[in-house]
């Protein structure tokens, strides 16, 4: 893995070999963005097989399930990340007789299955959203939703990288992304790499590009979507949802089917994940609040669906009643 807490600085990648350390590099932010952590569990899955295949059959499948309680207890609000897990552990379930050596290596086949579907995904989600960003002009995004955040080519950055392929003159305005600075160290390194023009703007200066009528579309990523649309992102997404929708700015959501949540209703219930304060009070090793002063890091929120114009999947692209266009996309048949 490229390690993205070292980013833009230093590209050091990182050899994962144990199911426990893939926990951790998920925990600690090494890898980051819902379908990317998803990717990276389903392989953290295939490892500890690995790592198991000498165990009896009864003694692999406990401890295939303490590997699964594991990587699941690392982030609490990316739902891909469970989906991953269960489409990993319904693989477990349907083996019967077979031998523990030939579910291990199912399972490391089906995790890097996983990973070229992830990617295909994504260029599908580019082609379905690109008509749906201007033939010009400045496109304002929150937080990472590039090939970092996914197993490549991304999601909300899929679908602008898609637009330049297609011949748009498109400019990203990247917010910042306090307090982890995703989009000033993660989606600027990314779109530099790709000459794609990028100005990184502080986050509470979206609210004055929106006013002045250069931005001609928002678009983001999730982290996991209710069924009515409702949309856990970064921190921070909302208030740009909501300064969208007062200067009559199209706001887009992108992500794979594989991050709606269709068990809950409303983004009520998403699980939103505290963070160290100490993200919030420092900067590297810099303190930059008072000794004493406590801080809160809550690392998500959760936009409203009256906030958003469109959400892109890899399927198609799901509009408001979004219970209705979503359910839609989930029946269809897979893509081939």
């Known amino acids: 893995m490229l390690d993205q807490r070292l980013l ?3 590209e050091i990648y990182v050899t994962l070999k144990t199911a426990e ?23 953290g899955v295939a490892l500890g097989a690995m790592q198991a295949k000498h165990l009896t059959p009864d003694a692999f499948r406990a401890r295939m399930e303490d590997v699964c309680t594991l990587l699941a207890a690392t982030r609490p609000t990316a739902v891909n990340l469970f989906w991953a897990i269960e489409r990993m552990k319904g693989l477990l379930a349907s083996f019967g007789r077979r031998s523990v050596e030939e579910i291990a290596a199912r399972l490391v086949a089906e995790a890097i299955a996983m990973r070229r579907e992830d990617e295909a995904a994504n260029r599908r989600m580019g082609q379905h959203g690109a008509g749906l960003l201007p033939d010009r002009g400045k496109v ?42 995703q989009g000033a160290r993660l989606t600027a390194w990314e779109l530099a790499k790709d000459g794609i023009p990028v100005t990184v703007i502080t986050d509470g200066m979206a609210g004055h590009f929106l006013k002045s009528g250069e931005i001609g579309a ?88 009256r906030y958003i114009a469109a959400i892109i999947t890899e399927a198609g692209v799901a509009r408001p009643p979004f219970t209705e266009s979503l359910a839609r996309l989930r029946d269809l048949p897979p893509a081939r």
């Open 218 to 305: 928002v678009i983001v990523g999730a982290d996991r979507i209710a069924a009515n649309g409702d949309t856990a992102n970064k921190i921070g997404t909302y208030s740009v949802a909501v300064l969208a929708r007062e200067n009559d700015v199209p706001f887009y959501v992108a992500a794979p089917l594989s991050t709606v949540d269709f068990t809950l209703k409303t983004g009520e219930k998403i699980p939103i994940e505290e963070r160290s304060a100490r993200e919030v009070t420092h900067i590297g090793e810099q303190a930059i609040t008072p000794d004493g002063v406590p801080a809160a890091h809550p690392a998500f929120d959760v936009t409203p669906c």
């Open 8 to 10: 833009p600085g230093r």
């Open 140 to 181: 304002l995004t929150h937080c990472n939703a590039g090939a970092l955040a996914t197993a490549g080519y991304g999601t909300a950055l899929g679908v602008i990288r898609a637009a330049v392929e297609q011949g748009k003159a498109i400019e990203v305005l990247a917010d910042e992304t306090r307090p982890f600075l």
């Open 21 to 43: 350390e893939v926990a951790a590099a998920i925990k600690d932010m090494v890898v980051r963005g819902a379908p990317a952590i998803g990717v990276s569990a389903a392989m």
